[in-house]
């Protein structure tokens, strides 16, 4: 069990440009989240999957967002026309059905746009 | 809908200081309620959890019980390490489809030898 994995660890890029993050769950675990966490605030959900199904989005989640989870293992989350309010850290985390048990959270990417 | 409010930090103590964050919440539901530590650099990880009211979490030394009646989660160690150093973020969790976590805006602790 090598945890939540996240790449990449820190990306900056221009604002206008697509940007793309990668999160690499537990195996074990069906459901998997996206957070967002801006500098001195707790994370904010954004949507999570239960398998390959995209279940729940947050009105965080604008149409410039998109997040994929091809056959229930890996996720990724593309932000297109990126601009300077979306810099943050994006958290992934998986857990086994809920997460009463307590998730598992990734070390996170950290976004800037300049 | 459903919310956290953390006390604003960063609060500062000598090491073997006692430590407390307080930490209320309103939700739609019936909570779990849930303590994650940062530390600098990492990602979250669960400190402590309660499932119903009266539950003690408790871990590491940390502890915190469930108060349905105030609405608190509130955490506290008797002796802070160093090591102790972090943000700390109290979350809720309501029993609905998604078990999405709702955060308060986090605490950081800083702890002096």
């Known amino acids: 069990d090598t945890g939540v994995s996240q790449n990449p660890r820190h990306k900056i890029t221009k604002r206008g440009q697509n940007v793309t993050f990668r999160c690499d769950p537990i195996?074990?675990?069906?459901?998997l989240y996206w957070y967002r966490q801006t500098l001195g605030q707790g994370p904010e959900f954004l949507t999570y999957?239960?398998?390959?199904?995209?279940?729940?989005k947050s009105r965080l989640l604008s149409d410039r967002f998109s997040a994929e989870r091809p056959k229930g293992s890996f996720s990724t989350l593309e932000i297109q026309r990126t601009e300077q309010g979306d810099s943050a850290m994006y958290l992934c985390a998986s857990s086994y059905q809920g997460g009463l048990y307590g998730y598992t959270f990734g070390s996170g990417t950290r976004l800037t746009v300049v | 809908g459903d919310s956290v409010t953390q006390m604003e930090g960063p609060v500062t103590l000598s090491e073997e200081a006692f430590l407390t964050i307080n930490c209320t919440y309103t939700a739609t539901g019936y909570p779990s309620l849930f303590w994650y530590v940062q530390y600098p650099g990492e990602g979250l990880q669960l400190l402590l959890k309660?499932?119903?009211?009266?539950d003690k979490g408790s871990n590491k030394g940390f502890e915190a019980t469930y108060r349905k009646e105030t609405t608190s989660f509130h955490l506290e160690k008797g002796s802070v390490q160093v090591s102790d150093s972090a943000v700390y973020f109290c979350?809720?969790?309501?029993?609905?489809?998604?078990?999405?976590?709702?955060f308060g805006g986090g605490t950081r602790l800083m702890v002096k030898p």
């Open positions: 979350a809720l969790t309501v029993n609905n489809a998604g078990n999405m976590l709702t």
């Open positions: 309660a499932t119903k009211a009266d």
């Open positions: 999957f239960q398998n390959e199904a995209q279940l729940e």
């Open positions: 195996s074990e675990h069906n459901r």
